[in-house]
DNA sequence: CTATGTGAAACGTTTCACAGCC
DNA sequence: GGCTGTGAAACGTTTCACATAG
């Protein structure tokens, strides 16, 4: 649903499908445990199970990046991870910025998975004046006024928005002025962005809310089956649903 | 992908497709917002805008909860807002436990969110004895010894994970174990479980890698189309992606 | 003989366009 | 006359099944 304009066939295998893309990171995450473990090479089976999807699936992903398999073999891992890597732009590192430290903006601050894999936390902003000067995660805290010279001095295009829910749509609004364009967004809130600029959204309520759903379903279903399977089967191991929501991104 | 099985039809209009399921918390927030200024109506059109989607796929979504519009008027606000909750299972409320009192479980202990909308923290719960006691956003942390009592006593089917990722599946295995059938995971690991319970994960290194992915080809492409348009158009407000990803479910 | 890579089928979701009702 | 509700078309994603290569 959203991948992005297309301007043109540019290089040239333009168009991974949005769905392969939200898995990318998945593979990666399990490539770089087999990596670490020194493993050399892996089969689309293995691979899957160890990223929650199934095999067919892999391949057909990994068939949008190119042959980067051996028939008969498997993969070899250092080269994917690499491969990986670079389709995603990890090669590169991305400062960000974070707005709104709060116990989730601290709790983002601290989180170590951003130093992992090529992002930086370039800096942390907070609109309480009491706040300024304070260090989060070894971060001075820095006052929302500087924002803008903040955004340009460190190159900034990617802003996470951890503020509360009413200050999220101004804060986003000068992250872009100021050349934002990719926004990761935790408050509860719709933001409105002018075209070429990405939203992601991550919203703990509607994730429980659609548990809630199934949840509900479960309980009704418990009810209508009666007497019959009583506690339900346990058994087997389901796939973890790939993707973290392919379509929240708003690309150009 | 991932709609339970439908043992059977059960009362009637059976299968909500799952990215309506998604989008239903979203038009839950914004009925609420207009209900609380009082709004008595909305149509589609102002309703898809306020939750970031475009007014056909909206009046889809509706159709499959029935007809609760009214021809050349519009929806009641009151009215939706109680058969969205209603659909949703939020006329009741779901006692939920989080496991990892670390940055990121505190934030969501203390994330207000929780109790506005059908659910109430029964408990938090950390391996660390140094915890125990501890009041977290008024609530007393528990150590994990108390797992299994603390679902049973409570009745709680909807665990929240926030610990470290090696300690995550064997939390989740307890909490399964315990009567959990709904999961939200927020360590970076893929969770193994049996057939019929739900999880949903919620990852901030994979968005922020999807968005990494973006911006790299949007430089790509700056530099492709070069002296052509060097800052890009700016203009009109993009749509949010509604989903919070649809495919992260794992119904039975 | 094994495991990748990929057309083609099946499925799910979104968008279109308009009939139907208020 | 205006807005909902919905078949049908368009699109994207997943799954199947097998030709192909090591």
Redesign the pocket.
């Known amino acids: 649903?959203a991948?992005g304009r297309t301007h043109r066939p540019a290089t040239r295998s333009r168009g991974i499908?949005?769905?392969?893309v939200a898995?990318l990171p998945l593979y990666l995450r399990a490539l770089t445990a087999l990596s670490e473990r020194s493993v050399p090479t892996?089969?689309?089976?293995e691979?899957a199970a160890a990223a929650g999807?199934?095999?067919?699936?892999l391949?057909?992903?990994?068939?949008y990046l190119?042959?980067?398999?051996?028939?008969?073999?498997?993969?070899d891992v250092e080269y994917l991870v690499y491969q990986i890597s670079r389709e995603l732009g990890l090669t590169q590192d991305w400062p960000v910025v974070i707005v709104g430290i709060g116990n989730l903006g601290a709790a983002l601050a601290n989180y170590g998975g951003f130093a992992s894999r090529g992002f930086r936390v370039a800096a942390l902003i907070d609109a309480d004046p009491a706040m300024a000067g304070k260090p989060v995660a070894g971060i001075p805290v820095q006052h929302t006024d500087e924002l803008e010279k903040i955004i340009q001095d460190n190159g900034v295009s990617i802003g996470v928005i951890a503020t509360p829910a009413g200050a999220a749509q101004p804060v986003c609004d000068r992250l872009v002025a100021a050349g934002v364009t990719s926004i990761l967004n935790f408050a509860p809130t719709v933001l409105n962005v002018p075209d070429g600029v990405d939203v992601r959204k991550v919203d703990l309520s509607i994730e429980l809310q659609i548990l809630a759903f199934h949840e509900q379903r479960k309980a009704g279903e418990e009810a209508a089956a009666d007497g019959a399977l009583p506690t339900a089967a346990r058994a087997g191991s389901a796939?973890q649903g790939?993707?973290g929501d392919?379509?929240a991104v708003m690309p150009a």
């Open positions: 649903m991948t499908p949005e769905a392969t898995r892996v089969s689309s089976e691979l999807v199934n095999s067919a699936k391949r057909k992903d990994f068939s190119g042959s980067y398999g051996t028939r008969g073999v498997g993969y796939d790939p993707d392919v379509p």
